[in-house]
């Protein structure tokens, strides 16, 4: 498979290797994840506002939600935390 990549110890010739295939595709799933995340915090978030205002309080209910976005939230800090850490053992 051609890229336009400049040669390097792992692509000669601009052919990439599967490993520079993987870790392209590797790059994109971590985008996609971490925008799902995010999508997925606003939605609850709406939906956390929007059945308040037509249900009325209900305290367990609320703790419940605020408590998953608030799990998601922490995976996205930990995919920043996994994301530095792999940033300064390959660097």
């Given at each position: 498979m051609w890229s336009p990549c400049i040669s390097t110890p792992s692509t000669h010739w601009g052919i990439a290797s599967k490993g520079d295939d993987?870790?392209?595709?590797?790059?994109?799933?971590?985008?996609?994840?971490?925008?799902?995340?995010?999508?997925?915090?606003?939605?609850?978030?709406?939906?956390?506002?929007?059945?308040?205002?037509?249900?009325?309080?209900?305290?367990?209910?609320?703790?419940?939600?605020?408590?998953?976005?608030?799990?998601?939230q922490v995976a996205l800090g930990l995919c920043d935390e996994a994301e530095k850490k792999v940033n300064q053992t390959y660097r």
């Open positions: 993987m870790l392209t595709h590797q790059a994109f799933y971590d985008a996609e994840l971490r925008k799902l995340i995010s999508d997925e915090i606003e939605r609850r978030k709406n939906n956390l506002v929007a059945g308040h205002q037509a249900k009325g309080f209900d305290f367990p209910m609320f703790k419940h939600h605020v408590g998953i976005i608030e799990g998601l």
